[in-house]
């Protein structure tokens, strides 16, 4: 019997105010690097907070998806007869174009013909596009298919966020940690090609990581604060490792949805706490929202970027801006320097206001 499609990161690509291309990413996270500083692309002057992790030299939202795209098929080996018939999952804000119309006018200029699916939920629209990708990769219904998101820090949502007080005030992001006071936005933009593992392997495709599982789950508690029993996220995290067939001691790191806040990084550590059993203690955890800021709709796809790198690398991630343990979090945090492991399995996780949580389970190929 013919073992089932299984979806395989063939090709990534990944901007953020650490660097251009995927190696910078890990580069970037590996040495620590706090990508934090003035916002100079608009007027910060009524605002609280005037901090962001922002590109010096940025292109459109359209033009960097654009090269993103191309740079993670070219990363595949997606030739141009290859990128026919293959599918793009979009991620992003909205605003003109408008996100249909955007997605339409990459996929063209892409050369990817097959469908187009836009996403526009959130914090959580990126990892979402992942898992509807990896499903309908399972199911058969498609070979291959391009996923990208993009942000780029705008004044009206940072606007918002700093009216609402989300914003750190102190110029650092601290998940976890005690004296945490925020988060911070950041750009990113990414894109990868997900493809099936028998394609990929008749094509001699060189993956560099294996989407295993997936799960999604809603809170139902408050239009913006988490669910502080964390069980929303926990249903998650069970349902990716059930669909990949694996215990809670298969996951060898966690990179966090963790944006800084108290009551999100409490919920989030409370979430671990449930679905790995009384193995949540054990599991290195940090999150790299703490270095890139966070990137909104693009989000979970550079977080998936660097989760994958970092496990193939065999290193992980530090988690920056510590100050100290929270009871609230009692977990095995990555502080003061890089780890390094051997795992084969990690958890990418993310959150969104109304309560929509993802997790994305991957291991290397």
Partial sequence: MAEPPVAQLTGV????????????????????????????????????????????DVGTLADELAAAIDAACAAAGLTGVRRAGCALLLAVHGGPPGPSALAARLAEGGGLSGPTRVYTSACVSASTAVADAATLIARGDLDRAVVAAGYLVEPDQFALFDAGRALSDDGAVRPFSAGRRGLLLGDGVAAVVLESSAVARRRDGEPVATVV??????????????????????HAVRAA???????????????????????????????????????????????TKALHGHALEASGLLELVVTALALRHGELPVNAGWRGPDEACPLDV????????????????????????????????
Avoid at 17 to 24: C, E, H, M, P, S
């Fill in 241 to 287: 490792l059930r669909r990949a067939g694996l215990p809670p001691q298969a996951v060898g790191y966690v990179n966090a949805n963790a944006t800084g806040t108290a009551q999100s990084d409490a919920a989030e550590a409370a979430a671990l706490r449930q679905a790995l059993d009384g193995y949540a203690g054990q599991v290195p955890v940090s999150s």
């Fill in 334 to 365: 990555i502080t003061d320097r890089p780890r390094r492991t051997t795992a084969t399995h990690a958890l990418t996780l993310n959150a969104a206001f109304g309560g929509a949580n993802t997790a994305l389970l991957v291991g290397t190929p």
């Fill in 13 to 56: 690509h990944a901007v953020s105010a650490l660097g251009r291309g995927a190696d910078a990413q890990l580069a970037g996270v590996l040495a620590g690097e706090l990508a934090f500083g003035p916002v100079r692309r608009f007027d910060t002057t009524a605002r609280r907070v005037a901090v962001a992790a922002t590109l010096p």
């Fill in 213 to 234: 599982g997936w799960g999604r789950a809603g809170d139902a508690f408050h239009p913006c604060q988490p669910d502080p029993s964390g069980t929303g996220l926990a």
